[in-house]
């Protein structure tokens, strides 16, 4: 069955955005290499919230120009009034119903790959739920002392982690943990 896996780049100081809302910062020093490559060819779904979703310009773009080109999940309270472009690879379902719902949903899509769970308030829901099977932190090499939190509302919760994966590249270094659930 295909693993819950809530993925991102965050600064050093944890956080997923710059306090005007853009991650061009973020992304300055990543540099895919096989074994990150390697790790983006096993993803089979995403789930998105509606935030990260709106973060292109165009919602088209998705099916043109997107680096996972697998079912996308969107987990919304409005729907757009237009839906967007897809292609035979990727789709975009947009739900309503709560992050269970979406997860269910992209693990059915994804099959025997893995659903990447973008998105600090989704992934928040998600962890809070018990859905997140690992957690993929790419490290940028800079404090932004600003912005988007990654874990922001998790402050009641306790959560164990067991380190089974590191990949370095020049310029970053992203941890994957194994979410140890609750007996």
Same mark, same amino acid.
């Given at each position: 069955?295909? +693993?819950?896996?809530?993925? *991102?780049?965050?600064?050093?100081?944890?956080?997923?955005?710059?306090?005007?809302?853009?991650? !061009?910062?973020?992304?300055?020093?990543?540099?895919?290499?096989?074994?990150?490559?390697?790790? *983006?060819?096993?993803?089979?779904?995403?789930? *998105?919230?509606?935030?990260?979703?709106?973060?292109? !310009?165009?919602?088209?773009?998705?099916?043109? !120009?997107?680096?996972?080109?697998?079912?996308?999940?969107?987990?919304?309270?409005?729907?757009?009034? +237009?839906?967007?472009?897809?292609?035979?690879?990727?789709? $975009?379902?947009?739900?309503?119903? &709560?992050?269970?719902?979406?997860?269910?949903?992209?693990?059915?899509?994804? &099959?025997?790959?893995d659903v990447v769970i973008l998105g600090a308030?989704?992934?928040?829901?998600?962890?809070?739920?018990?859905?997140?099977?690992?957690?993929?932190?790419? #490290?940028?090499?800079?404090?932004?002392?600003?912005?988007?939190?990654?874990f922001e509302h998790l402050e009641d919760m306790? #959560?164990?982690?067991?380190?089974? =994966?590191?990949?370095?590249? =020049?310029?970053?270094?992203? $941890?994957?943990? +194994?979410? $140890? +659930?609750?007996?």
């Amino acid at each position: 069955m295909a +693993k819950a896996c809530f993925g *991102m780049i965050v600064s050093l100081d944890g956080f997923i955005n710059d306090g005007a809302g853009k991650l !061009d910062k973020l992304y300055e020093s990543f540099e895919p290499n096989e074994e990150i490559n390697e790790v *983006m060819a096993k993803t089979g779904a995403m789930v *998105m919230g509606r935030r990260t979703y709106d973060m292109t !310009d165009d919602s088209d773009a998705y099916a043109d !120009d997107y680096e996972f080109q697998v079912p996308i999940f969107v987990l919304t309270h409005h729907p757009p009034a +237009k839906h967007p472009k897809e292609n035979d690879d990727l789709s $975009i379902t947009l739900v309503t119903e &709560g992050i269970e719902t979406a997860v269910r949903k992209a693990r059915a899509a994804a &099959g025997e790959k893995d659903v990447v769970i973008l998105g600090a308030d989704i992934g928040q829901q998600a962890l809070r739920a018990n859905l997140v099977d690992e957690l993929q932190i790419a #490290i940028a090499p800079l404090l932004l002392g600003t912005g988007t939190r990654m874990f922001e509302h998790l402050e009641d919760m306790e #959560i164990h982690l067991e380190k089974i =994966r590191t990949i370095e590249s =020049r310029r970053q270094v992203e $941890i994957h943990y +194994k979410v $140890i +659930k609750p007996s």
